[in-house]
């Protein structure tokens, strides 16, 4: 049940949104373009990030880009 502790857990990495182009969901409430999220878990596909309501969501690796 890491999920439950994804707020206070630490950060990864963070990413930088690109673009909340989303073919199925709206994305444009929840992230901002080029804004940086912090990382809190991720998967093949996702990002699972604190986005902009403050709590962790999940998103498709696309919109972002890793920052070095």
Known sequence: MRHLTWNNSETLKKVKCIHTNAEK????????????????????????????????GGFYKDYFEDIQ
């Open 25 to 56: 969901y709206i994305v444009n409430h929840a992230l901002t373009v080029g804004e940086i999220y912090d990382v809190k878990n991720e998967t093949e596909e996702f990002y699972f990030i604190v986005d902009n309501s403050g709590k962790v």
